[in-house]
């Protein structure tokens, strides 16, 4: 194997890929990644056994051949070159790469392709395609209220569930809940619901940059995202999702109409206060203001006064994870956002048209 790459198109394929790779694994070949030659591109290759991610960039392709090297150094190597350099890599006896731009020069022990893992192949049988924009806006707006303990495996995923034209993803931590629901570009006759994973879900998301598709199959028990340069595969989640259509409430002709960057900016204001012993801001409702404050009795007091529409008639006080809010109103597109409340007790509620709920569990205040 023999070729010369500019830096910015190696430098580009090894970001794609290089959270992939794995840190603390028995397996030595795992810490290196793929190179593979093919025509006029370099294909570089990197799993830890649970998510796999391979990037295909433009190359000047001397002879074809295979090597794996260690991801971390090869990284390492790279990023020391000039800016706008070219980078030659060779392949010698003994499984040697040099590595050369300009005057510098390294060479790397690999290992060969042979004890790299295979990545499997999948059919065209249950697949769909979805545009780059629908899909990001669809895990924007659900991917931050995916669980982060470990204790409840299935929640650390986002359920995507694809049934005919209609595609919907869900997550939950247990005390919040995002759900959208999107039509696709034409009918399938794909109906699965899986469980991805949300490291999966993150590497995807940070591919959806710009306009285009991305063409989404699944398999028993994994998934794959392909892309023009790139794809992803992924193990799914295996075990049963809760069944959260259950904990959405019915709409409420208590509402709170109010500018979404007001909101956002106050609450996050109001956070100031919080720590893990008091997590809650409250939110004070009349007719026309509503107050969101944090008084913690041994660091201070936050309060703030927002314009409102409410459409209720009793005042009342509400508590809330400030989190919960700000996450889901930075990415709101909206102007002005709709909270239904019922009392103090209940579940407020976010509504984006008839496609997007938001349900967040109130918590008790105090001062």
């Known amino acids: 194997m023999e070729l010369k790459i500019t830096k910015q198109n ?21 810490g290196n990644v793929l190179l593979e030659t093919d025509n006029s591109t370099l294909k570089l290759t990197a799993t830890d056994l649970d998510i796999g991610i391979c990037s295909i960039v433009p190359a000047e392709i001397l002879s074809e051949g295979s090597i794996t090297i260690p991801a971390r150094k090869f990284f390492d190597i790279v990023r020391s070159f000039p800016e706008d350099s070219e980078i030659s890599l060779s392949m010698k006896k003994n499984n040697f790469v040099n590595i050369k731009s300009g005057k ?10 042979e004890e790299f893992p295979l990545l499997p192949v999948f059919k065209d049988k249950d697949s769909i395609v979805m545009e780059n924009s629908t899909l990001r806006e669809m895990m924007n707006l659900t991917e931050f209220a995916v669980s982060k303990d470990d204790t409840r495996y299935v929640l650390n995923g986002m359920l995507f ?14 005390r919040r809940l995002a759900v959208i629901r999107k039509k696709l570009p034409k009918q399938t006759l794909v109906d699965r619901e899986v469980i991805i994973p949300t490291k999966t879900a993150q590497e995807v998301r940070r591919m959806l940059t710009e306009d285009g598709e991305v063409g989404i199959k699944f398999s028993d028990n994994q998934v794959l995202f392909s892309f023009p340069r790139s794809f992803i595969l992924s193990r799914l989640i295996e075990g049963e999702y809760p069944n959260y259509r259950n904990v959405i409430p019915e709409r409420t002709e208590k509402e709170i109409k109010v500018a979404r960057e007001d909101f956002l900016s106050a609450t996050r204001r109001a956070s100031i206060f919080t720590d893990q012993d008091s997590l809650a801001v409250k939110l004070s409702i009349k007719k026309k203001k509503m107050t969101i404050s944090k008084n913690t009795p041994y660091l201070g007091e936050a309060k703030e006064e927002l314009n409102i529409d409410y459409s209720g008639a009793d005042e009342f006080e509400i508590g809330f994870n400030p989190k919960y809010l700000t996450d889901v109103l930075k990415n709101l597109p909206e102007d002005e956002i709709i909270l239904e409340v019922n009392d103090s007790s209940k579940p407020g509620v976010i509504r984006k048209g008839e496609n997007y709920t938001y349900v967040i569990l109130p918590m008790q205040v105090t001062g």
């Open 161 to 174: 569930t694809i049934k005919g034209e209609d595609v919907c993803i869900a997550a939950t931590d247990g």
């Open 10 to 30: 190696l430098s580009d394929g090894i970001q794609t890929v290089q959270n992939a790779i794995s840190q603390k694994s028995s397996l030595p070949i795992l």
């Open 104 to 113: 510098a020069q390294f060479r790397i022990i690999g290992l060969p392709k």
